[in-house]
Structure formats: structure tokens, C-alpha cells
């Protein structure tokens, strides 16, 4: 099962015509994830070909409008829909607040359960978990409190390999779920026929980490360490440092260093301030220390390969 990251919006503070502002949507073992929720997400969804109904988990890297205003008008969408799965959204202490506040002065009827996850730990903590999947936290350095999230696969199940297995008769199908799972087979003479004989190495497990908002902040590398692909804000150039870090944000140079120290795959840049007309002065800043830097594309569904 291959995963993918569509990237539905990328800008900084303001919404422009060609892009919106910063969401993405994460496909990992058939799991749909919702990576922050600027104004207009829900349309970009829908250009995206998205599946709305597929969405049980949001993850809100902080309150700020740009990354958060277009969630009400999701979840009254999702009403609309017919929707009855219950909801869990995970983001700063506040968020709660936020939107049961909006319903109910807009007297908007849910119809479904929404279940909160408020986060204001300032270590990286785990916050989903199923058997295939697991999420953590990465807390950032913004103006407001702030995390990140890293998405990791768990170690997937061995491969079968028929070829030897066919020289067992006694092996059935039943004993294939306890070869996936790395058990050796016992035959009927007490012979162990170790399992990587009968089985091939598993696919690589891929991870992916975003990191919103946030000012240069070398604590997060023993965080995202070797994942496949990052995704690390860059709202200016590194001769603005200064109001970068007066803002609280992080420069192209910045971002590149921080996928050098962490040695990560593949690096996404994003939420560029709209002073920049063209955004190439990003990559060219970034790629002199990180060579696999990547702009993003709007509404592109990128693959998540694991790293040579």
C-alpha cells in the first residue's frame, strides 16, 4: 500500500489566487489524515478528489487563522454529508473551545461526535497509535504554542516466498498468517525451518514529518531523523533572518540545515510569504546545503518512497 501526501495549500497568511493557505492530505495505509485546515481546505479537498467521508483524524499544528479558520466549515460540511462517524481532532488547548463556541452561537447541530485531543505538552509525545500507523507530536518554536507531527508506519509483515514454501507440503495456508508475522515452521519430525528461508524481507516503512510554523530549532532533529520526506516552513529568505525570528518563523537556509542535521530523504518547502513573486529563490537558496529540496505543487498527491 503505497502513500501519498497532496499538499491542498502552501501560502503564508494570505490566501492568493494560485494558492491557499497551508493543508495537506496524508493517504498512509489506507488511514486519511488532515494535516492543518486553512481557509478554504474544504474546496481544496474537493479539487483534490479527495474523500471527505475517509477523514477521522485532524491534526492542527497551532490557532493561528491560516492554519485553522477553514475547519467550522468542514465539520458543518461533514454534517451536511450525512456524516456519523465520530471525529477526533488533536491541536493546542483552546481548540475545543474555539469551535464549541462557534456552533453554538451559530446554532450549528453537529450530528456526530467530536472527540478532542488538546495538546500542550512541550516534549514530543505519541498521540495516535494503531497497528499499522503511529503519530507523534514535534513542538515548535512559534508565537503561540505549536507542534509538528511525525507520521510513521510500523514495520510491515514479512513477504511470503511460495517458491520455497511449495518444497513443504506440510506447510497449509492457515501457517501463513505466522510466517508474515516472522514464526519459524515446525515439521512434523521436529525439524525448524527458520523463517527466513520461507520468507522475504518486508517493505520499507516510510515516515513523514511536519513541521509548521516554528523558528530555527535544532531540537526536532533527533525527532525527524531519517524520515522519507519533510516538510518545513520557509516564509523568507535568510537575509531577513531578523524578522524571521521576530515573527517567529524559519528562512529557506534554515529549513535546508535542518534536513542536513537530520538526514532526511527528501525536503518540501512551504507557507512563503507573499512578498516573493517567484518562489525558485527558495530552492536555490535551500538546495546549497540540501540538494533534495522541492517546492511544493498545489493539489499534487506525491508519493512517499523510502529513502535509499
Do not use: W
Request: aromatic content about 12%; overall charge negative; hydrophobic content about 35%.
Amino acid at each position: 500500500m503505497s502513500t501519498y501526501l497532496t499538499i491542498l495549500g502552501f501560502n503564508s497568511a494570505i490566501p492568493t489566487i494560485n494558492s491557499a493557505p497551508t493543508a495537506q492530505f496524508l493517504e498512509m495505509d489506507e488511514r486519511h489524515f488532515l494535516i492543518d485546515c486553512g481557509e478554504g481546505t474544504q474546496v481544496q479537498l474537493r479539487k483534490a478528489k479527495a474523500k471527505f467521508s475517509r477523514i477521522n483524524h485532524i491534526f492542527i499544528s497551532h490557532l493561528h487563522g491560516d492554519h485553522c479558520f477553514g475547519l467550522p466549515g468542514l465539520i458543518a460540511s461533514f454534517r451536511l454529508l450525512g456524516r456519523e462517524t465520530p471525529l477526533h481532532i488533536y491541536g493546542p488547548k483552546g481548540i475545543k473551545e474555539i469551535l464549541e463556541t462557534i456552533f453554538r452561537i451559530t446554532e450549528t447541530y453537529q450530528g456526530f461526535e467530536v472527540i478532542y485531543h488538546e495538546l500542550d505538552k512541550n516534549y514530543s509525545e505519541k498521540i495516535y497509535e494503531d497497528n499499522r500507523v503511529e503519530v507523534f507530536t514535534i513542538p515548535l518554536n512559534h508565537r503561540i504554542y505549536c507542534n509538528g507531527y511525525l507520521f510513521r508506519e510500523k514495520p510491515k509483515e514479512r513477504h511470503l516466498n511460495m517458491e520455497e514454501i511449495a518444497k513443504y507440503p506440510e506447510i497449509e495456508t492457515c501457517d501463513y498468517r505466522n510466517l508474515n508475522l516472522g514464526k519459524d515452521f515446525v515439521l512434523s519430525d521436529g525439524y525448524v525451518l527458520k523463517n527466513e528461508i520461507l520468507t522475504k524481507a518486508p517493505s520499507p516503512s516510510v515516515s513523514y514529518a511536519f513541521c509548521s510554523d516554528t523558528r530555527y530549532l535544532e531540537s526536532v532533529v533527533p525527532i525527524i531523523e531519517n524520515v522519507d520526506v519533510l516538510y518545513h516552513e520557509a516564509t523568507f529568505l535568510h537575509d531577513l533572518k531578523e524578522m524571521a525570528d521576530y515573527t517567529g518563523h524559519t528562512t529557506a537556509l534554515e529549513a535546508a540545515q535542518i534536513a542536513q542535521k537530520a538526514k532526511v530523504g527528501k525536503l518540501i518547502l512551504g507557507h512563503f510569504s507573499n512578498r516573493y513573486s517567484d518562489l525558485s529563490v527558495f530552492t536555490d537558496e535551500a538546495r546549497a546545503v540540501f540538494p533534495n529540496t522541492f517546492l511544493p505543487k498545489q493539489l499534487e498527491a506525491i508519493e512517499i518512497v523510502a529513502k535509499d
